[in-house]
């Protein structure tokens, strides 16, 4: 009898109720019969509801997969936007790039290369700069926008970070960043959301920096989507060695940017970016961190033998700014995490990781 309400999807709890009524009565009497036939009816009425609402959903899901098939995603092609090139200098001599064989559309280079008199020499393809020496290593195979990726970050880890991008985002508003450059590197594990960038003042100079092409260009187009009408730029670059001009950044970006490039490299990424802050640089960022005995630190530093010993521990982020004049202005505790997913491969279940937020200015 249970197997057979279950067929018709009876309830565990309406079929406890059905048999109790049975042992009660044996269904003998007409009226227990009747009754027992009313909660058949019932069952039956509540299945022909909820199939018409199945119905309805499946008819608004048709239409929806339709729309999707059918909308054609367009986007204004942007690229290297002119106002960006008095910028741009060698990263070894510091002289200035030129510009050649370039392909410009409107106030974009789209295509050409930056040369130097010293050799070197950085490539722009479809709107996005690649630099030389890029890095081989693991950080070049997985980005936060790649579909596998996404599948491994947990709703839990997700929603701590969009907490510390509104904690940033709050701040930023405060200030006025017109003809400002905004920096922002190592964008693989995690980048500011394009919705809320672009909510920021228009008038800003945005630079974005990645290991992999597919990254960059899927955030191009996403910022493409938002509002092609940003000053922005792309560059392929691992290492930081950026092909601008000494003293031309006045704020960073740093969302898990330097926890990630000292996940790679036995070096604190402000120390590498000094030479190209102005005297008033200001940071934004949210850093995450385990307790010093925790095993996930322990996994880290077994997983990633190359990286600085102090990334993802509370004292790395005043080491990373003391190393580079920086003074902390503001931090918070944004709260912490059990399970960020698979895409923390070092992490242990269970165990706290941990995010704090904070802003900070040059001494």
Same mark, same amino acid.
């Given at each position: 009898?249970?197997?057979?309400?279950?067929?018709?999807?009876?309830?565990?709890?309406?079929?406890?109720?059905?048999?109790?009524?049975?042992?009660?009565?044996?269904?003998?009497? =007409?009226? $227990? @019969?009747?009754?027992?036939?009313?909660? &058949?009816? !019932? +069952?039956?009425?509540?299945?022909?509801?909820? %199939?018409?609402?199945?119905?309805?959903?499946?008819?608004?899901?048709?239409?929806?997969?339709?729309?999707?098939?059918?909308?054609?995603?367009?986007?204004?092609?942007?690229?290297?936007?002119?106002?960006?090139?008095?910028?741009?200098?060698?990263?070894?001599?510091?002289?200035?790039?030129?510009?050649?064989?370039?392909?410009?559309?409107?106030?974009?280079?789209?295509?050409?290369?930056?040369?130097?008199?010293?050799?070197?020499?950085?490539?722009?393809?479809?709107?996005?700069?690649?630099?030389?020496?890029?890095?081989?290593?693991?950080?070049?195979?997985?980005?936060?926008?790649?579909?596998?990726? =996404?599948? $491994? @970050?947990?709703?839990?880890?997700?929603? &701590?970070? !969009? +907490?510390?991008?509104?904690?940033?985002?709050? %701040?930023?508003?405060?200030?006025?960043?017109?003809?400002?450059?905004?920096?922002?590197?190592?964008?693989?594990?995690?980048?500011?959301?394009?919705?809320?960038?672009?909510?920021?003042?228009?008038?800003?100079?945005?630079?974005?920096?990645?290991?992999?092409?597919?990254?960059?260009?899927?955030?191009?187009?996403?910022?493409?989507?938002?509002?092609?009408?940003?000053?922005?730029?792309?560059?392929?670059?691992?290492?930081?060695?950026?092909?601008?001009?000494?003293?031309?950044?006045?704020?960073?970006?740093?969302?898990?940017?330097?926890?990630?490039?000292?996940?790679?490299?036995?070096?604190?990424?402000?120390?590498?970016?000094?030479?190209?802050?102005?005297?008033?640089?200001?940071?934004?960022?949210?850093?995450?961190?385990?307790?010093?005995?925790?095993?996930?630190?322990?996994?880290?530093?077994?997983?990633?033998?190359?990286?600085?010993?102090?990334?993802?521990?509370?004292?790395?982020?005043?080491?990373?700014?003391?190393?580079?004049?920086?003074?902390?202005?503001?931090?918070?505790?944004?709260?912490?995490?059990?399970?960020?997913?698979?895409?923390?491969?070092?992490?242990?279940?269970?165990?706290?990781?941990?995010?704090?937020?904070?802003?900070?200015?040059?001494?």
């Amino acid at each position: 009898m249970i197997v057979k309400l279950k067929r018709l999807q009876f309830t565990l709890q309406e079929i406890h109720k059905v048999i109790s009524l049975k042992r009660l009565t044996h269904f003998v009497d =007409i009226q $227990e @019969i009747d009754f027992y036939l009313k909660v &058949l009816i !019932e +069952k039956k009425q509540e299945l022909l509801r909820e %199939r018409e609402k199945l119905n309805k959903s499946l008819q608004l899901l048709d239409e929806k997969i339709e729309s999707i098939h059918q909308k054609n995603v367009s986007t204004e092609e942007t690229g290297v936007p002119l106002i960006f090139l008095p910028m741009f200098y060698c990263p070894h001599c510091q002289e200035a790039l030129h510009v050649t064989d370039a392909f410009i559309k409107e106030q974009y280079v789209l295509k050409g290369a930056f040369r130097c008199s010293c050799g070197y020499e950085a490539a722009i393809r479809d709107g996005i700069i690649i630099t030389p020496n890029l890095s081989t290593s693991p950080q070049n195979e997985h980005y936060i926008y790649d579909q596998q990726m =996404i599948k $491994e @970050i947990t709703p839990s880890f997700i929603s &701590l970070l !969009e +907490k510390a991008n509104q904690w940033i985002y709050k %701040r930023m508003q405060r200030k006025h960043f017109s003809n400002k450059v905004i920096l922002e590197t190592n964008i693989e594990t995690y980048v500011f959301p394009p919705k809320l960038l672009y909510t920021l003042c228009p008038d800003a100079l945005y630079v974005f920096c990645g290991n992999t092409v597919e990254m960059l260009r899927k955030l191009k187009r996403k910022i493409e989507h938002f509002n092609p009408k940003l000053n922005v730029i792309y560059i392929v670059n691992s290492q930081l060695d950026l092909p601008f001009k000494y003293q031309s950044i006045d704020v960073v970006l740093d969302v898990l940017s330097f926890n990630d490039y000292s996940l790679f490299n036995n070096a604190l990424p402000l120390k590498k970016l000094t030479p190209y802050f102005k005297q008033a640089t200001a940071i934004f960022g949210y850093s995450i961190y385990y307790e010093k005995q925790s095993r996930s630190y322990k996994r880290l530093q077994e997983l990633y033998p190359n990286g600085h010993v102090e990334n993802l521990q509370f004292s790395f982020l005043e080491s990373n700014l003391a190393c580079s004049g920086f003074f902390l202005k503001e931090k918070e505790n944004i709260g912490n995490t059990e399970n960020p997913g698979e895409y923390i491969d070092y992490h242990y279940e269970n165990e706290k990781l941990h995010c704090v937020a904070y802003t900070a200015e040059s001494k």
